[in-house]
């Protein structure tokens, strides 16, 4: 594999981090008649692997990014994420007013890379 630069590690391993969070958190209001001890284990076990991603990915990325930086990031991916999850996993239908809600909040998240 060749040296990818640290912004795209980072960013890539963010991304996966997220969709393991996103699959802990989310992932068992399909499955509503297990029991919520079930639920509360495989989602746990799930979000280990969550662990493994995040943590490498906020060491690789600090100092590119300062810590700020990487949370605005991490949130954002997780916004796209969730949204990408709720419409293809969930089923929830895309609405106009979440796209709009979420484009402001990335606009917000843009002034935290600006530099005066």
């Known amino acids: 594999m060749p040296n990818l630069p640290i912004s795209v590690t ?8 997220n969709i393991f969070m996103t699959f802990a958190w989310y992932g068992h209001l399909k499955f509503k008649t297990e029991k919520l001890w079930v639920v509360i284990l495989v989602s ?15 060491r690789i990325g600090y100092g590119t990014f300062n810590a ?27 609405k106009w007013t979440t796209v709009i809600g979420f484009t402001l909040i ?4 843009a002034f935290i890379f600006y530099k005066p």
């Open 44 to 58: 746990w076990g799930i979000a280990f692997f969550e662990y493994c991603l995040m943590v490498p990915a906020n």
């Open 10 to 17: 980072t960013i890539g391993l963010l991304i996966a981090s």
């Open 106 to 109: 990335a606009a917000g998240a």
């Open 68 to 94: 700020v930086q990487l949370k605005t990031i991490q949130e954002v991916i997780t916004l796209t994420v969730f949204v990408a999850f709720s419409v293809w996993y969930l089923g929830e239908p895309l």
